[in-house]
Protein backbone atom coordinates (compact mmCIF):
# COMPACT_ATOMS: atom_id res chain seq x y z
CA UNK A 1 0.00 0.00 0.00
CA UNK A 2 0.93 3.62 -0.55
CA UNK A 3 0.22 6.39 2.09
CA UNK A 4 -1.13 9.51 1.09
CA UNK A 5 -1.32 12.72 3.65
CA UNK A 6 -2.96 16.09 2.71
CA UNK A 7 -3.21 18.78 5.16
CA UNK A 8 -5.74 21.26 3.76
CA UNK A 9 -7.37 24.81 4.47
CA UNK A 10 -10.13 23.15 6.73
CA UNK A 11 -9.40 19.42 6.83
CA UNK A 12 -6.69 16.94 6.88
CA UNK A 13 -6.96 13.63 4.87
CA UNK A 14 -4.80 10.23 4.85
CA UNK A 15 -5.48 7.48 2.58
CA UNK A 16 -4.08 4.12 1.98
CA UNK A 17 -3.91 3.02 -1.59
CA UNK A 18 -2.84 -0.55 -3.27
CA UNK A 19 -0.89 -0.25 -6.51
CA UNK A 20 -3.41 -0.59 -8.60
CA UNK A 21 -5.54 2.89 -7.50
CA UNK A 22 -8.07 0.92 -4.98
CA UNK A 23 -8.89 2.76 -1.71
CA UNK A 24 -7.71 0.54 1.03
CA UNK A 25 -8.75 3.22 3.89
CA UNK A 26 -9.38 6.82 4.79
CA UNK A 27 -8.87 9.33 7.77
CA UNK A 28 -9.85 12.31 7.78
CA UNK A 29 -10.10 15.56 10.85
CA UNK A 30 -11.49 19.16 10.40
CA UNK A 31 -9.50 21.97 11.62
CA UNK A 32 -10.01 25.72 11.28
CA UNK A 33 -7.31 28.09 10.45
CA UNK A 34 -6.47 31.17 12.53
CA UNK A 35 -7.47 34.85 11.28
CA UNK A 36 -6.24 36.73 13.80
CA UNK A 37 -6.23 40.04 11.72
CA UNK A 38 -8.06 41.80 8.89
CA UNK A 39 -6.24 40.29 6.15
CA UNK A 40 -3.90 37.39 7.85
CA UNK A 41 -4.41 33.62 7.64
CA UNK A 42 -2.16 30.79 9.76
CA UNK A 43 -1.78 27.86 10.80
CA UNK A 44 -0.19 26.21 13.59
CA UNK A 45 2.87 23.94 12.11
CA UNK A 46 2.78 21.67 15.09
CA UNK A 47 -1.00 21.42 14.61
CA UNK A 48 -0.23 19.76 11.56
CA UNK A 49 2.39 17.37 12.48
CA UNK A 50 0.15 16.10 15.47
CA UNK A 51 -2.76 15.66 12.96
CA UNK A 52 -0.94 13.68 10.71
CA UNK A 53 0.33 11.43 13.57
CA UNK A 54 -3.21 10.94 14.56
CA UNK A 55 -4.41 10.11 11.20
CA UNK A 56 -1.98 7.46 10.90
CA UNK A 57 -2.42 6.09 14.30
CA UNK A 58 -6.49 5.72 12.95
CA UNK A 59 -4.89 3.79 9.94
CA UNK A 60 -2.59 1.54 11.30
CA UNK A 61 -5.19 0.79 13.83
CA UNK A 62 -7.04 -1.13 11.16
CA UNK A 63 -4.30 -1.81 8.51
CA UNK A 64 -0.65 -3.43 8.84
CA UNK A 65 2.00 -0.30 8.66
CA UNK A 66 4.31 -2.94 7.86
CA UNK A 67 2.59 -3.47 4.32
CA UNK A 68 3.07 0.49 3.50
CA UNK A 69 5.91 0.59 0.80
CA UNK A 70 5.61 4.27 0.08
CA UNK A 71 4.63 7.72 1.47
CA UNK A 72 3.96 11.15 0.27
CA UNK A 73 2.58 14.60 2.14
CA UNK A 74 1.16 17.60 0.68
CA UNK A 75 -0.39 20.60 2.59
CA UNK A 76 -2.20 24.08 1.60
CA UNK A 77 0.81 26.29 0.34
CA UNK A 78 2.74 28.33 -0.25
CA UNK A 79 2.71 28.91 2.88
CA UNK A 80 5.86 30.16 5.19
CA UNK A 81 7.01 28.10 8.24
CA UNK A 82 10.42 29.82 9.87
CA UNK A 83 12.52 27.90 12.30
CA UNK A 84 14.91 27.50 14.02
CA UNK A 85 18.08 24.52 13.20
CA UNK A 86 16.14 21.83 14.86
CA UNK A 87 12.98 22.47 13.16
CA UNK A 88 11.16 24.31 15.97
CA UNK A 89 9.00 26.63 13.74
CA UNK A 90 9.31 30.13 15.75
CA UNK A 91 5.84 31.50 14.89
CA UNK A 92 2.34 29.85 13.20
CA UNK A 93 2.55 29.25 9.51
CA UNK A 94 1.86 32.35 7.18
CA UNK A 95 -0.81 30.89 4.85
CA UNK A 96 -1.06 31.24 0.79
CA UNK A 97 -2.43 33.78 -1.05
CA UNK A 98 -5.50 34.66 1.35
CA UNK A 99 -3.20 36.26 3.53
CA UNK A 100 -2.51 39.67 2.52
CA UNK A 101 -0.80 40.98 4.98
CA UNK A 102 2.85 41.48 2.59
CA UNK A 103 1.39 44.36 0.78
CA UNK A 104 3.89 46.80 1.71
CA UNK A 105 6.93 43.94 1.28
CA UNK A 106 5.56 43.35 -2.04
CA UNK A 107 6.15 47.04 -3.19
CA UNK A 108 9.21 47.07 -1.51
CA UNK A 109 10.91 44.08 -3.71
CA UNK A 110 8.95 45.15 -6.79
CA UNK A 111 11.19 48.43 -6.13
CA UNK A 112 14.30 46.86 -5.62
CA UNK A 113 14.49 44.17 -7.89
CA UNK A 114 11.97 45.68 -10.83
CA UNK A 115 8.67 44.39 -11.80
CA UNK A 116 8.92 43.45 -14.77
CA UNK A 117 12.23 41.72 -14.02
CA UNK A 118 10.69 39.87 -11.59
CA UNK A 119 7.55 38.80 -14.39
CA UNK A 120 10.16 38.19 -16.49
CA UNK A 121 11.76 35.31 -14.43
CA UNK A 122 9.29 34.02 -12.28
CA UNK A 123 6.30 33.98 -14.43
CA UNK A 124 4.07 36.20 -13.23
CA UNK A 125 3.37 39.53 -11.15
CA UNK A 126 4.21 39.40 -7.24
CA UNK A 127 1.00 38.62 -5.22
CA UNK A 128 -0.28 37.60 -1.81
CA UNK A 129 0.38 34.29 -3.17
CA UNK A 130 4.40 34.84 -3.31
CA UNK A 131 6.48 33.28 -0.34
CA UNK A 132 9.49 36.11 -0.92
CA UNK A 133 7.31 39.13 0.70
CA UNK A 134 6.38 37.17 3.37
CA UNK A 135 9.56 36.36 4.27
CA UNK A 136 10.26 39.87 4.17
CA UNK A 137 7.10 40.62 6.27
CA UNK A 138 8.64 38.23 9.17
CA UNK A 139 12.02 40.61 8.53
CA UNK A 140 10.16 43.52 8.95
CA UNK A 141 7.89 43.43 11.29
CA UNK A 142 9.36 40.63 13.62
CA UNK A 143 13.18 41.16 13.51
CA UNK A 144 13.82 38.66 16.73
CA UNK A 145 12.15 36.27 14.64
CA UNK A 146 13.91 36.30 11.90
CA UNK A 147 17.42 36.97 13.32
CA UNK A 148 16.77 33.58 15.72
CA UNK A 149 15.87 31.64 12.19
CA UNK A 150 18.24 29.32 10.76
CA UNK A 151 15.34 27.26 7.88
CA UNK A 152 12.85 27.95 6.09
CA UNK A 153 9.59 25.85 5.04
CA UNK A 154 6.37 25.29 3.36
CA UNK A 155 4.27 22.85 5.69
CA UNK A 156 4.70 19.99 2.95
CA UNK A 157 8.56 20.47 2.91
CA UNK A 158 8.80 21.14 6.68
CA UNK A 159 6.87 17.65 7.24
CA UNK A 160 9.15 15.67 5.02
CA UNK A 161 11.63 17.34 7.06
CA UNK A 162 9.87 16.23 10.38
CA UNK A 163 9.60 12.42 8.39
CA UNK A 164 13.27 12.60 7.27
CA UNK A 165 15.32 14.81 8.44
CA UNK A 166 16.09 16.19 4.90
CA UNK A 167 15.57 20.13 3.83
CA UNK A 168 14.13 20.05 0.79
CA UNK A 169 11.47 21.77 -1.15
CA UNK A 170 10.02 20.74 -4.38
CA UNK A 171 10.62 22.37 -8.02
CA UNK A 172 6.74 23.66 -7.95
CA UNK A 173 6.35 24.86 -4.30
CA UNK A 174 9.78 26.73 -4.74
CA UNK A 175 8.39 28.13 -7.88
CA UNK A 176 5.18 30.08 -5.76
CA UNK A 177 8.02 31.39 -3.84
CA UNK A 178 8.51 34.70 -5.90
CA UNK A 179 11.10 35.89 -6.31
CA UNK A 180 13.11 33.68 -5.16
CA UNK A 181 12.91 31.14 -8.07
CA UNK A 182 13.59 31.36 -11.60
CA UNK A 183 10.74 29.40 -13.46
CA UNK A 184 12.13 29.51 -16.75
CA UNK A 185 15.69 27.62 -15.81
CA UNK A 186 13.88 25.36 -13.06
CA UNK A 187 16.21 26.76 -10.53
CA UNK A 188 16.73 29.27 -7.39
CA UNK A 189 17.84 32.96 -9.00
CA UNK A 190 20.46 33.57 -6.24
CA UNK A 191 20.77 36.84 -6.28
CA UNK A 192 16.81 37.66 -5.53
CA UNK A 193 17.33 34.98 -2.52
CA UNK A 194 19.97 35.79 -1.35
CA UNK A 195 18.78 39.37 -0.61
CA UNK A 196 15.74 38.09 1.07
CA UNK A 197 16.58 34.98 2.57
CA UNK A 198 19.45 36.43 4.45
CA UNK A 199 21.20 34.18 6.37
CA UNK A 200 18.68 31.71 6.34
CA UNK A 201 19.73 28.24 4.64
CA UNK A 202 18.23 27.10 1.44
CA UNK A 203 16.99 24.02 0.51
CA UNK A 204 17.43 21.46 -1.98
CA UNK A 205 15.32 21.59 -5.23
CA UNK A 206 13.56 17.83 -6.09
CA UNK A 207 10.67 16.97 -7.68
CA UNK A 208 7.29 15.99 -5.89
CA UNK A 209 7.13 12.65 -7.31
CA UNK A 210 11.57 11.69 -5.70
CA UNK A 211 11.97 10.11 -2.78
CA UNK A 212 14.27 12.90 -0.91
CA UNK A 213 14.61 9.78 2.22
CA UNK A 214 13.55 7.73 4.66
CA UNK A 215 11.37 7.99 8.22
CA UNK A 216 13.54 8.27 10.91
CA UNK A 217 13.24 6.60 14.41
CA UNK A 218 12.21 10.04 15.24
CA UNK A 219 9.56 9.78 12.67
CA UNK A 220 8.10 6.54 13.09
CA UNK A 221 7.74 7.21 16.69
CA UNK A 222 5.62 9.90 16.65
CA UNK A 223 3.56 8.74 13.19
CA UNK A 224 3.90 5.03 14.08
CA UNK A 225 5.38 5.02 10.08
CA UNK A 226 7.90 2.62 9.84
CA UNK A 227 11.75 3.15 9.80
CA UNK A 228 12.91 3.32 6.67
CA UNK A 229 10.07 3.51 4.39
CA UNK A 230 10.59 5.66 1.32
CA UNK A 231 9.08 9.41 1.54
CA UNK A 232 8.78 11.54 -1.63
CA UNK A 233 8.81 15.35 -1.35
CA UNK A 234 5.23 16.03 -1.72
CA UNK A 235 4.21 19.16 -2.64
CA UNK A 236 1.35 22.18 -3.04
CA UNK A 237 -2.11 20.06 -2.22
CA UNK A 238 -3.52 21.95 -5.03
CA UNK A 239 -1.28 20.32 -7.26
CA UNK A 240 -1.29 16.99 -5.77
CA UNK A 241 -5.31 17.08 -6.23
CA UNK A 242 -4.54 17.93 -9.68
CA UNK A 243 -2.39 14.70 -10.31
CA UNK A 244 -5.45 12.86 -8.62
CA UNK A 245 -7.89 13.69 -11.36
CA UNK A 246 -5.65 12.96 -14.06
CA UNK A 247 -4.55 15.87 -14.58
CA UNK A 248 -1.41 15.83 -17.17
CA UNK A 249 -1.60 16.56 -20.30
CA UNK A 250 -1.19 19.66 -22.28
CA UNK A 251 -4.65 21.60 -21.92
CA UNK A 252 -5.76 19.79 -19.35
CA UNK A 253 -7.89 21.91 -16.40
CA UNK A 254 -8.42 20.91 -13.15
CA UNK A 255 -11.22 23.11 -10.92
CA UNK A 256 -10.81 22.92 -7.53
CA UNK A 257 -14.15 23.38 -5.51
CA UNK A 258 -12.84 24.02 -2.01
CA UNK A 259 -12.58 26.20 0.69
CA UNK A 260 -11.13 28.40 -2.31
CA UNK A 261 -11.47 27.99 -5.92
CA UNK A 262 -8.66 27.20 -7.35
CA UNK A 263 -7.24 26.38 -11.16
CA UNK A 264 -4.70 24.63 -12.77
CA UNK A 265 -3.83 24.10 -16.12
CA UNK A 266 -0.68 22.15 -17.68
CA UNK A 267 1.30 23.88 -20.73
CA UNK A 268 2.73 22.70 -23.65
CA UNK A 269 5.27 25.21 -23.23
CA UNK A 270 5.93 28.56 -21.51
CA UNK A 271 3.15 30.96 -21.17
CA UNK A 272 2.21 33.97 -18.47
CA UNK A 273 -0.21 36.50 -17.90
CA UNK A 274 -0.35 39.27 -15.44
CA UNK A 275 -3.56 38.20 -14.00
CA UNK A 276 -2.02 34.58 -13.37
CA UNK A 277 0.45 32.41 -11.99
CA UNK A 278 3.10 30.54 -14.19
CA UNK A 279 5.00 27.84 -11.83
CA UNK A 280 6.67 24.69 -12.70
CA UNK A 281 4.58 21.25 -13.00
CA UNK A 282 4.41 18.37 -10.89
CA UNK A 283 6.29 15.93 -13.24
CA UNK A 284 9.96 16.87 -13.98
CA UNK A 285 10.48 19.60 -16.03
CA UNK A 286 6.96 21.05 -16.62
CA UNK A 287 5.07 23.83 -16.25
CA UNK A 288 1.34 25.11 -15.32
CA UNK A 289 -0.63 28.00 -15.08
CA UNK A 290 -2.74 28.86 -12.09
CA UNK A 291 -5.31 30.88 -10.29
CA UNK A 292 -6.85 31.05 -7.59
CA UNK A 293 -10.33 32.84 -5.98
CA UNK A 294 -9.72 34.10 -1.91
CA UNK A 295 -13.22 32.07 -1.25
CA UNK A 296 -15.75 29.39 -2.43
CA UNK A 297 -16.28 26.82 -0.11
CA UNK A 298 -15.67 29.00 2.76
CA UNK A 299 -18.21 31.74 1.57
CA UNK A 300 -20.77 29.22 1.30
CA UNK A 301 -20.02 27.81 5.21
CA UNK A 302 -20.24 31.37 5.51
CA UNK A 303 -23.46 31.21 4.70
CA UNK A 304 -24.14 28.65 6.34
CA UNK A 305 -23.62 29.63 9.80
CA UNK A 306 -25.07 32.86 9.05
CA UNK A 307 -28.61 31.33 8.75
CA UNK A 308 -28.07 29.34 11.96
CA UNK A 309 -26.25 26.27 10.98
CA UNK A 310 -29.24 25.12 8.93
CA UNK A 311 -28.38 21.76 6.97
CA UNK A 312 -26.40 22.50 3.84
CA UNK A 313 -28.63 20.03 2.13
CA UNK A 314 -31.45 21.73 3.17
CA UNK A 315 -29.55 25.32 1.77
CA UNK A 316 -29.22 23.68 -1.55
CA UNK A 317 -32.71 22.40 -2.13
CA UNK A 318 -33.99 26.14 -1.77
CA UNK A 319 -31.33 27.21 -3.57
CA UNK A 320 -32.28 24.37 -6.17
CA UNK A 321 -35.77 26.01 -6.36
CA UNK A 322 -34.92 29.77 -6.92
CA UNK A 323 -35.00 30.50 -10.51
CA UNK A 324 -31.57 31.01 -12.47
CA UNK A 325 -30.01 35.12 -11.67
CA UNK A 326 -31.75 34.18 -8.16
CA UNK A 327 -34.62 36.84 -9.07
CA UNK A 328 -32.51 39.68 -9.48
CA UNK A 329 -29.68 39.08 -6.97
CA UNK A 330 -25.22 39.97 -7.77
CA UNK A 331 -23.18 38.29 -5.37
CA UNK A 332 -19.54 39.42 -5.52
CA UNK A 333 -17.18 36.75 -3.64
CA UNK A 334 -14.84 39.33 -2.13
CA UNK A 335 -15.62 38.49 1.20
CA UNK A 336 -11.74 37.94 2.43
CA UNK A 337 -10.04 40.12 -0.58
CA UNK A 338 -9.45 38.49 -3.86
CA UNK A 339 -6.75 37.12 -5.10
CA UNK A 340 -7.70 36.58 -9.17
CA UNK A 341 -8.35 37.84 -10.80
CA UNK A 342 -8.23 41.31 -9.17
CA UNK A 343 -5.47 40.88 -6.20
CA UNK A 344 -7.02 43.29 -4.30
CA UNK A 345 -6.14 42.23 0.08
CA UNK A 346 -8.89 45.35 0.75
CA UNK A 347 -11.48 44.15 -2.29
CA UNK A 348 -14.79 43.32 -0.31
CA UNK A 349 -17.82 41.35 -0.83
CA UNK A 350 -20.68 42.79 -2.38
CA UNK A 351 -24.89 41.34 -2.56
CA UNK A 352 -26.49 43.94 -4.65
CA UNK A 353 -30.59 43.95 -5.63
CA UNK A 354 -32.03 42.80 -1.99
CA UNK A 355 -35.42 43.25 -1.58
CA UNK A 356 -37.32 42.05 0.96
CA UNK A 357 -39.17 39.01 -1.29
CA UNK A 358 -35.61 37.72 -1.08
CA UNK A 359 -35.18 34.04 1.32
CA UNK A 360 -32.30 32.37 2.29
CA UNK A 361 -32.61 30.35 -1.38
CA UNK A 362 -32.09 32.78 -3.45
CA UNK A 363 -28.94 34.55 -1.53
CA UNK A 364 -27.08 30.69 -0.97
CA UNK A 365 -28.31 30.43 -4.97
CA UNK A 366 -27.00 34.10 -5.85
CA UNK A 367 -23.40 33.04 -4.06
CA UNK A 368 -22.92 29.92 -6.41
CA UNK A 369 -23.68 31.84 -8.99
CA UNK A 370 -21.40 34.53 -8.08
CA UNK A 371 -18.35 32.15 -7.63
CA UNK A 372 -19.44 31.00 -11.02
CA UNK A 373 -19.34 34.16 -12.68
CA UNK A 374 -15.68 34.70 -11.05
CA UNK A 375 -14.40 30.95 -12.41
CA UNK A 376 -15.92 32.44 -15.99
CA UNK A 377 -13.71 35.87 -15.68
CA UNK A 378 -10.45 33.33 -14.80
CA UNK A 379 -11.07 30.92 -17.47
CA UNK A 380 -11.08 33.65 -20.31
CA UNK A 381 -7.49 35.03 -18.87
CA UNK A 382 -6.26 31.40 -18.57
CA UNK A 383 -7.29 31.22 -22.54
CA UNK A 384 -5.64 34.36 -23.35
CA UNK A 385 -2.80 33.17 -22.15
CA UNK A 386 -1.93 31.65 -25.12
CA UNK A 387 -3.08 27.82 -24.83
CA UNK A 388 -6.73 26.64 -25.04
CA UNK A 389 -8.67 24.59 -22.42
CA UNK A 390 -9.30 21.67 -23.90
CA UNK A 391 -10.54 19.33 -20.82
CA UNK A 392 -12.26 20.78 -17.57
CA UNK A 393 -11.92 18.09 -14.64
CA UNK A 394 -14.12 19.18 -10.87
CA UNK A 395 -12.89 18.25 -8.13
CA UNK A 396 -13.18 18.71 -4.41
CA UNK A 397 -15.85 18.40 -1.38
CA UNK A 398 -17.77 21.29 -3.62
CA UNK A 399 -18.65 18.52 -6.59
CA UNK A 400 -21.00 16.55 -4.31
CA UNK A 401 -23.34 19.56 -4.31
CA UNK A 402 -24.85 19.05 -7.94
CA UNK A 403 -26.55 22.75 -8.27
CA UNK A 404 -22.82 24.32 -8.16
CA UNK A 405 -21.32 22.34 -10.47
CA UNK A 406 -24.81 22.68 -13.18
CA UNK A 407 -24.28 26.46 -12.47
CA UNK A 408 -20.67 26.74 -13.16
CA UNK A 409 -21.43 24.80 -16.31
CA UNK A 410 -24.10 26.87 -17.21
CA UNK A 411 -22.83 29.77 -16.80
CA UNK A 412 -19.57 29.28 -18.53
CA UNK A 413 -20.82 27.78 -21.29
CA UNK A 414 -18.36 24.66 -20.32
CA UNK A 415 -18.13 20.70 -19.88
CA UNK A 416 -17.05 19.53 -16.59
CA UNK A 417 -15.60 15.82 -15.77
CA UNK A 418 -15.99 14.55 -12.43
CA UNK A 419 -13.63 11.96 -11.59
CA UNK A 420 -14.85 8.58 -9.83
CA UNK A 421 -12.78 9.18 -6.65
CA UNK A 422 -12.93 12.50 -5.33
CA UNK A 423 -10.90 12.23 -2.34
CA UNK A 424 -8.77 15.18 -3.54
CA UNK A 425 -5.00 15.56 -2.70
CA UNK A 426 -4.03 12.78 -0.73
CA UNK A 427 -4.80 10.37 -3.28
CA UNK A 428 -2.72 12.13 -5.29
CA UNK A 429 0.15 11.56 -2.79
CA UNK A 430 -0.46 8.25 -2.45
CA UNK A 431 -0.03 7.75 -6.35
CA UNK A 432 2.89 10.39 -6.43
CA UNK A 433 4.40 7.72 -3.32
CA UNK A 434 3.71 4.75 -6.03
CA UNK A 435 5.68 6.41 -9.11
CA UNK A 436 8.62 7.57 -6.60
CA UNK A 437 8.93 4.17 -5.10
CA UNK A 438 9.29 2.74 -8.68
CA UNK A 439 6.53 0.53 -7.78
CA UNK A 440 4.38 1.59 -10.85
CA UNK A 441 4.85 3.33 -14.19
CA UNK A 442 6.00 7.30 -14.36
CA UNK A 443 2.66 7.62 -16.56
CA UNK A 444 0.76 6.43 -14.58
CA UNK A 445 -3.31 7.46 -14.08
CA UNK A 446 -5.65 5.84 -11.42
CA UNK A 447 -8.38 8.44 -12.88
CA UNK A 448 -11.22 7.23 -13.96
CA UNK A 449 -14.08 9.80 -15.10
CA UNK A 450 -17.62 9.45 -13.49
CA UNK A 451 -20.24 12.06 -14.12
CA UNK A 452 -19.93 14.48 -17.08
CA UNK A 453 -21.88 18.11 -16.34
CA UNK A 454 -22.92 19.87 -19.45
CA UNK A 455 -23.95 23.12 -19.53
CA UNK A 456 -27.73 23.95 -20.72
CA UNK A 457 -28.15 27.19 -22.92
CA UNK A 458 -31.65 27.96 -21.49
CA UNK A 459 -30.27 30.79 -18.78
CA UNK A 460 -27.80 31.91 -21.53
CA UNK A 461 -28.84 35.29 -22.34
CA UNK A 462 -30.08 36.16 -18.20
CA UNK A 463 -26.40 35.09 -17.19
CA UNK A 464 -24.60 37.50 -19.90
CA UNK A 465 -26.79 39.76 -18.82
CA UNK A 466 -25.82 39.11 -15.01
CA UNK A 467 -21.74 38.54 -15.73
CA UNK A 468 -21.64 41.94 -17.03
CA UNK A 469 -22.90 43.72 -14.20
CA UNK A 470 -20.72 41.43 -12.20
CA UNK A 471 -17.84 42.86 -13.73
CA UNK A 472 -18.49 46.21 -13.45
CA UNK A 473 -19.26 46.11 -9.57
CA UNK A 474 -16.07 46.21 -8.32
CA UNK A 475 -14.82 48.47 -11.06
CA UNK A 476 -17.24 50.70 -9.26
CA UNK A 477 -17.10 50.16 -5.81
CA UNK A 478 -13.75 49.45 -5.48
CA UNK A 479 -13.03 53.05 -3.80
CA UNK A 480 -15.47 52.39 -1.37
CA UNK A 481 -14.36 48.97 -0.67
CA UNK A 482 -11.00 50.36 0.47
CA UNK A 483 -12.55 52.86 2.63
CA UNK A 484 -14.35 50.05 4.41
CA UNK A 485 -11.39 48.08 4.88
CA UNK A 486 -9.71 50.66 6.23
CA UNK A 487 -12.33 51.43 8.51
CA UNK A 488 -12.40 47.49 9.68
CA UNK A 489 -8.74 47.65 10.00
CA UNK A 490 -8.60 50.93 12.52
CA UNK A 491 -11.66 49.40 14.25
CA UNK A 492 -9.32 46.49 15.18
CA UNK A 493 -6.34 48.30 15.65
CA UNK A 494 -7.93 50.22 18.29
CA UNK A 495 -9.67 47.54 20.00
Known amino acids: MFLGVDIGTGSSKAVLVDASGRIVDTATLS ?116 TRARKWFSLSSWLAAKLTGQYVIDHHTASQCDPLYNVKANDWNPQWRDVIVEHLQTPRLVWPAEVVGTVTHGGCEKTGIPVGLPVCAGTVDAWAEAFSAGVRR ?100 LILGLTLRHERGHLFRATYEGIGFGIRQILAFLEEAGEPIQRIVAVGGGTQASLWTQVVSDITGRTQVIPAETIGASYGDALLAAIGTGTVAPDTDWAVASTVVEPSPASAVLYQQLYDTYCELYRDNRSHMHTLSKIQRTDHDDA
Not at 80 to 106: F, H, K, N, Q
Not at 261 to 289: C, D, P, Q, R, Y
Request: hydrophobic content about 45%; proline content about 6%.
Open 31 to 146: HEISLPRPNWAEFDALKAWSELASLCAELFARNDASKVAGVCVSAMGPCLIVTDESLTPLRPAILYGIDSRAADEISELNSLFGADNIYADCGKELSSQAVGPKLRWVRNHEPEVF
Open 250 to 349: PGDLMLMYGSTMFFVEVLGGFHAHEKLWTTAGIEAGTLSLAAGMSTSGSLTTWMQTLFGEVPFETLVREAASVPPGADGLVVLPYFAGERTPVFDPDARG
